[in-house]
């Protein structure tokens, strides 16, 4: 069980040197079995063959896997051993009957293994000329053969060099679709781990700003409503979900006093504030797939004339889907009652955001937000 979770764990070039190397050992001992019971000076020569690239493919299996490194480079210089090794296979056949150029027939389906789909396609080209140049010449085991014969067989060979090419593209297509769904299954862990954290917190953003975690829902349905009135840039629902739930959550980072205070904030105070805008950044940074999401975090404070914190941006340089927060969020704490003022009506909450447009908010969506009301 070890060695096969062993075995698993290696990366794909190194299964197929690996490969390689059982396949020209075997030949090996093959060869030498034969010379042993009067197979003559080919079975020797076979076998001393065989077990060169025995030691070959050995080699390079130890070599290109003792720093752990998995790169295109790598795979490129796997792959050419490989090839090596076929056509020494091909050029020192058995001296028992059997096909030379089986060797040959089988380096596409490797390469869909090692390459990327354009090295691949100039890997297949290259491999049909010289496939098909190859058998113009004749393979050993076709001398004697009749013109019409040999003509028939280095057709029959190229048929299969041409379906093996055909069979390593559909390889290399379900490894690419097998990628992606990987990558999908590993982003949507992510997702999952991040959102269990938080939701963590929410007891402790309840408790330090006497609110109920059900401003995150009211969050995220006013953001989709936006976003599907202003016909802007496709955003999925999950991240406006994780947006909504990061934003209540972010508050846990600001000391409690701060929700009841009702006089202006010292210039301390509003630095502190200021730093929960890259709580994103923070948890997401680096990771694949989330950078929409740190950006419209960081971004959501920011105002159309550039007063906006963190970083002053103006205009088009403001992510639409941060703009989207941070107008969802100014119209819910207006329309929400706190302990220092009343919470204001839908309507009058919109005129005073109107007020805002061109300023703080993008014109076109404070009009979008006023179709969603």
Known sequence: MRLYRRIIAM????????????MASLAALAGFADAAVGGGGASVTYAVVSACLAVMAWGATYILGRDGRDGQAVRLIAM??????????????????????????????????????????????????????????????EAGLEAGEAALAAGSRISLAVGSVLLGAIVLAARGELERQLRAHAMRQQRQQLINMLQCFIPVGERKTQTSRAEIGR???????????????????????????????????????MFEKEDKLSEFELEVVKEHCFMAKELCDGVPGFAEIQNAFLYHHERVDGTGYPYRLKAERIPMLSQMLGLAEVFLAMTTARSYRRAMSRTEAYAEIRKLAGTAFRPDLVEALGRTL
């Open 11 to 22: 990366p794909v070039y190194r299964m197929i040197l690996a490969l390689a190397g059982c």
């Open 80 to 141: 050419l051993i490989v090839t090596l090794l076929a056509v020494a296979a091909s050029a020192y056949p058995p001296p028992w009957p059997g096909p030379s150029w089986l060797p040959l027939v089988l380096l596409p389906v490797a390469a869909s293994l090692l390459t990327s789909a354009r090295a691949y396609a100039c890997y297949a080209l290259v491999y049909l000329l010289a496939f098909a140049a190859a058998a113009s010449l004749g393979w050993p085991e």
């Open 219 to 257: 969050l995220s349905a006013l953001m989709k409503a936006l976003h599907a009135e202003s016909g802007c840039e496709r955003a999925q629902d999950w991240e406006i979900e994780l947006l909504s739930l990061m934003h209540f959550v972010s508050r846990v980072k600001l000391p409690d006093y």
